[in-house]
Structures are given as structure tokens and as C-alpha cells.
């Protein structure tokens, strides 16, 4: 089985500062999501980027997929007090694995 | 309209008890999963089944049993509780393993 593994485990920034996370796998994957779960609460899909895909956006998100280092990163722009959350990636090869995740902290 | 719906929100249990918990889906999808997520959050699949039919089962130990009365539910069956049980359990469903999972509101358990 392989899984997404998040890096840093924590990141601690400034109110309207960009936040970039960092996500590695291990073997090839047909798509890679995005999840971000909010303290002591299930998770919330954010975006998915498909194996073929280089770059995909969606609002203040940024996902990026480097399938030959077989990475990925998501960058938040213009952070805001409520993106405080975890934040997860999940690789799929016909199944879902999650890595221990990114605990994002905007300060107002 | 909750899409993923878990009970109970809170468990409290001693040792040695069995217990469940229950995952309603009303998605139509057709696959649900249950996940545990431990003190370091670390989220960790257990089990995940497709039309009724087991299609991943991680090493858990047998004390932990998915049952799946029809597509819309996967209850999640605990017996002889430990200790090391405790944690915050999700459910989740998705259309198919390639497709986004929707996750439930999860289940604290504590056993004491």
C-alpha cells in the first residue's frame, strides 16, 4: 500500500502570508487529492489533480504535481485566519491513503 | 441534509466492552470506508467495502468487525475494548475508490 506523506508536520504563519505544504508518495498513482480537516471534525475535500495534470487551481489554492518526483505541493495565498486547519494528501491506486498530515496555524 | 452521518458523536466505555458504531451514507455511492485517527492524527484506513463486499481489510485485529446491512450503512462492530482503542473513528463514502471520499462528523472514542 502506499501513502501521502505531508510535509512540514506544522507550518505557523501570518494572516495574508501564503502557506505551501508539501506531499510525497511512493509509487504511481492515477490522482492525488487535497483534504483539510478542521479540529475534531471529519475531512473536506479541497481539489483533486489527475496523474496527467501539472497544475490546478481553485480559489486561493494552488495544487502542483510532479509525478517523476513523485511529489506534490498545495499553496494557499492570502491565508486567512480560517484556513487554520490540518491538511492532508491522498494518493489513490485503486484506494485511498492518507499521510499524518500539515497542521496549518494563520495568525490574525 | 447530512450527506455522512455517524452515532454516536462521543463514546465513554470501559475495557473488556463491546461496542458500535454506526455510518449512514446518503450519497448513493458505492463505497464506504471507516478510518481511525489517533492521538497524533495520524488517519489510518481500516476497512472499506463495495456493495456489501470487503475490498480492503488493513491489519486490524479481528475484534473489530465492519457490518454492512445494506449500501447505505457500514457500522463499524468493536468487542473485548483496550486501551490502545481510543481515538476519533471516521467514516467516509465515496462514488469508487478513484473518486473524492465525503467524510462523516467522526466518533470520539474513550475506553477506560
Known amino acids: 500500500s502506499q501513502q501521502g506523506e505531508e510535509d512540514p508536520q506544522a507550518l505557523s504563519i501570518q494572516e495574508g502570508e501564503n502557506a505551501t505544504m508539501n506531499c510525497s508518495y511512493k509509487?504511481?498513482?492515477?490522482?492525488l487529492q487535497w483534504y483539510r480537516q478542521n479540529s475534531g471534525r471529519g475531512l473536506v475535500h479541497l481539489i483533486l489533480?489527475?496523474?496527467?495534470?501539472r497544475e490546478k487551481h481553485s480559489g486561493r489554492l494552488r495544487v502542483t504535481l510532479d509525478t517523476s518526483k513523485k511529489s506534490s505541493s498545495l499553496l494557499i495565498t492570502a491565508s486567512r485566519a480560517a484556513d487554520t486547519a490540518s491538511y492532508f494528501c491522498?494518493?489513490?491506486?485503486?484506494?485511498?491513503?492518507f499521510g499524518a498530515g500539515t497542521r496549518l496555524t494563520v495568525k490574525p | 441534509d447530512t450527506a455522512v452521518s455517524q452515532t454516536p458523536k462521543y463514546l465513554v466505555t470501559q475495557m473488556g466492552n463491546d461496542k458500535s458504531i454506526k455510518c449512514e451514507q446518503n450519497l448513493g455511492h458505492d463505497t464506504m470506508y471507516w478510518y481511525k485517527q489517533d492521538s497524533k492524527k495520524f488517519l489510518k484506513i481500516m476497512f472499506s467495502y463495495n456493495n456489501k463486499e470487503l475490498i480492503i481489510n488493513e491489519t486490524v485485529p479481528n475484534r473489530f468487525s465492519p457490518k454492512s446491512p445494506d449500501k447505505a450503512h457500514l457500522n463499524l462492530h468493536i468487542n473485548s475494548l483496550e486501551l490502545g482503542d481510543s481515538a476519533v473513528y471516521f467514516c467516509?463514502?465515496?462514488?469508487?475508490?478513484?473518486?473524492?471520499?465525503?467524510f462523516g462528523p467522526g466518533t470520539r472514542l474513550t475506553v477506560l
Open positions: 509509487t504511481s498513482i492515477n490522482n
Open positions: 491522498a494518493t489513490d491506486n485503486n484506494d485511498m491513503r
Open positions: 489533480i489527475r496523474s496527467n495534470e
Open positions: 467516509a463514502s465515496s462514488q469508487d475508490g478513484a473518486h473524492e471520499q465525503f
